[in-house]
């Protein structure tokens, strides 16, 4: 038995354009393409496609997804590596609850009595249970901006892919400042953020108005991404949008 790549999108949750993009990449042909041009996967295809979304939910990227597929493994043997690393994700997870749980209640003591956050907790203390390619992964709908990324991060020192992510992650906490200071998403302080995350997009290749707004939905529409933003404060995933969205038409046109 197979299924149409619709069935195969519907199912999984990944998009046909990125199915579409793993054939052309060779990561996952199909099994057979009809007459009429459509992609048909079967069971082996699923498993397949299986690995791969485990392999990207633990942050590996597109070309090393590629190399390990290449492995003659047992697919039995594969995943029970792959539940390994799924369990110690658990526990990153359950670290990073505990981290975001830690600021929120340091931040509202903070804004009390005055005293900067820093004051009691350490700063590296922020960053707990962050995995570094924790911002590189669930990029499927945009695979072409996946793939460079990943072969960014592949060149990067460990000290540097730290450094990015802890900027990252400032990013967000500036913007949850802002949106509760009560700032519009339009507003110039937001702005300057949002134009400081497209300029790093660019620096990795180049983004269009379109792009950068599907990007911006996707902070709502992802999963993944949504609970990031919603980790850090209530809201802040639909206020990323809106100001993305902003940024996009006033500023790129």
Known sequence: MDWPIAEVARMSGVTAR????????GLLPPARIGTNG???????QLLQLQRILVLRALGVGLPEVGRVLAEQVDEADALRGHHRQLLAERDR???LAGTVSRTI???????KDGTPMTSVNRPQNLFEGIRPSQYEESLQDFPEHAEEVA??????????????????TAQMIRLAELMAAGHPADAEPVQAETDAQYQALIRLRAV?????????RSCVDNDVWRAAYEAIAPGL?????????????TRLG
Not at 151 to 168: K, S
């Open 208 to 216: 269009s108005a379109g792009e950068y707004r599907a990007i911006g």
């Open 151 to 168: 072969r960014r991060v592949a060149g990067m020192t460990p000290q540097d892919v730290e450094a990015g992510q802890r900027e990252r």
């Open 237 to 249: 995933a639909a206020y990323q949008r809106d100001a993305i969205e902003a940024y996009a038409v």
């Open 18 to 25: 990125t199915l579409r993009h793993y054939d052309e990449i």
């Open 93 to 95: 997870l359950d670290a």
């Open 38 to 44: 459509h992609r048909y996967y079967g069971e082996h």
């Open 105 to 111: 209640a340091e931040l509202e003591q903070s804004r």
